[in-house]
């Protein structure tokens, strides 16, 4: 289990994973490929293939077999958690 | 409240419209809505389904093809509609996807948790016509009958390239054989005014209005108003004051 600091510093780690975020924040249910996906934030599928590694590990995203690719899709629970942990990190929660 | 849902009808919920096809569409039926880019084919699409849920108690599902689909919120509240409240609750999801992915996966986006959804909007299938390498016929064909094996109503959107009479091409044609209902949305320009406008091509197995109506897009939504009968020509977009009018004029009438 990856702690709340560490969680937000994979988040954190670069503006892909960042846009990654945020798009799926937006479209809690995008379902497509990677290439899909990279597509939507600008990039191509090899930029953004470690960034959503980094997100599949700490399972907010989950990849699924599809035919003859992999879609992703967000853990909506899961990311729900995050976002949590996140607030109460960041001292939000007491409405401060 | 909402008025009675006919037996074996999937009403839009916007009156005049469903007065037009005779109490709405079939149920389990597949409608193609063609017409050029804006002409109104995502609000009415999602007027469908935001009615389908709120007045009639159905599940919705709305899958996009758009890159940036988190505007669709936006717009459908210009249009007195959250889809937000009814995503929370349940009874709808807006999907973002990719044709591909639509074709081998459509159990995965248009299932519902526990329900089945009995509309389904798809916008739009000119996504397939930039994406596919197969036969676009072919993959729209098997989407389609994907969609009727389910029982769901759906909406196949189609943005219109062509400028024939009805902007309709053989490829078109194609398309409105496989539809079971087409509606089509276009503008007129009617003494330089551009207005919106909607007619019914065809209905399998239903009577319905064959003129075309205004179509209006309200804060409160989508309104279909009156027809353009003093205007001939509008459909193959070159409207002229009919015959009768212009002879009742020449002659000191209206
Ligand atoms: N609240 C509103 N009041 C009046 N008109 C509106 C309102 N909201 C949107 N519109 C009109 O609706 C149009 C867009 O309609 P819509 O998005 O349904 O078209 P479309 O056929 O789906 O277009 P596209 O092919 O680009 O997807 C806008 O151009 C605008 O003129
Ligand atoms: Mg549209």
Redesign the pocket.
Known sequence: MSTSIEIVNTILSSVTTVDLMKLFQKNPNLIDTVEGVAKRIGQTASQVESDIGKLVDLGILVKIPSGKSTVLVLDKKRAKEIDMKIESMLGLEDGS | MAPEMARGRAPTGVLEFDAMLNGGFMKGDCVLVT????????????QFLYNGVTKYGEHAVYVTF?QMPDQIYR?AK??GMNLEKLEEENRLKVVSTSPDVLVQNPDMITDFSAERAERIVI??I?YFELSRKNSVRDEIYTLIRYLKTKGATSML?H?AQTESPHGFGPYEHGLSFLADTVVV?KYVEIESAIQ?AVAILKMRGSDHEKTLREL????KGIEVGGSFDQWEGVLSGAPHKSFAIRMSKAFGGI
């Open positions: 017409g050029a880019a804006g002409t109104g084919k995502t609000n009415l699409a999602l758009e717009d210009t249009l916008d739009s000119s959107l943005e949305l919106r209006k897009i309200t804060p």
